[in-house]
């Protein structure tokens, strides 16, 4: 049980070196497979030893080789959070008969809201390279996959809080924005009713709470637009992982 977890969680840490790479490259419009890795300062190639997931960041002091540049800590951060999440997603599945398949659809899934979360934070986008195939996959996934949600669960979900977001952004544009409106339609064709509800309550109560310690603490001013993505990715990770346990729970205390 344990092993194949910490399998799953080591290979997360080898998708979090990609993502930084994916967070890094797309908003520039540029190619996720070419160039190799390399320092974006003085160009610097990274060797095979320069890329083992937040090894070679401590090995380096987190500085680049070529030009002492300091390398962000968000760099293992990226790959530390997607090797934890991996890991919780591998072992909170095993005993409850999830399809081989699904779990690599669920692992895609947080995958991609990771990658996702730091290109809004960076630039207030939410690219429809990413949140266009991340719905459709999503939607093939339900149809074709045995489990939940089944096909057309997926279908009327996403298609519910796409169109419940889109009303949003027509009404009050500067707070929502269309890349919103597809994460959470895609949310929706992974989650199914009610996870993509606890999903999208859990986002918008974190978003507005840290809003408003923001505006306390001086850091936006009322009006000015925040990255609602991430918040938005954090309820989709919790509604997925915890979703079941929290709805069994519900059902029992009512």
């Known amino acids: 049980m344990y092993l194949f977890s910490i399998t799953i969680g080591i290979l997360g840490l080898l998708i979090g070196s990609f993502l930084n790479v994916v967070i890094y490259r797309v908003p520039r419009g540029e190619s ?7 320092c974006p300062t003085c160009g610097h190639a990274l060797r ?47 005993g409850t008969e999830t399809h081989p398949a699904r779990l ?9 809201l990771l990658a996702l979360s730091f290109i809004d934070l960076d630039t207030f986008r939410l690219p429809d390279v990413l949140t266009l195939p991340l719905l459709g996959l999503g939607l093939i996934g339900a149809f074709l996959i045995p489990g939940n949600p089944s096909g057309w669960e997926s279908a009327f979900s996403a298609l519910g809080a796409g169109a419940g977001f889109w009303i949003i952004a027509r009404v009050y544009p500067q707070g929502m924005g269309l890349g919103d409106v597809k994460l959470v339609a895609a949310m929706g064709a992974f989650l199914g009713f009610p996870s993509i509800f606890l999903a999208v309550l859990i986002g918008s109560f974190v978003g507005a709470f840290i809003g408003i310690c923001l505006l306390f603490a001086g ?19 919790f509604a997925l992982l915890w979703g079941t346990q929290i709805a069994k729970w519900y059902w029992a205390w009512i």
């Open 32 to 38: 996720i497979v070419s160039p190799g890795s390399h």
């Open 48 to 94: 095979a030893w320069e890329l083992i997931p937040v090894v070679s960041f401590l090995i380096q002091k987190g500085q680049c080789r070529g030009c002492q540049t300091r390398i962000s800590w968000r760099y293992p951060a990226v790959e530390l959070l997607t090797g934890t999440l991996f890991f919780l997603t591998a072992f909170l599945s095993l």
């Open 104 to 112: 690599l659809l669920n692992l895609v899934f947080v995958a991609v």
């Open 219 to 237: 850091r936006k001013r009322f009006g000015q637009q925040i990255p609602f993505g991430p918040y938005l990715a954090l309820g989709a990770i």
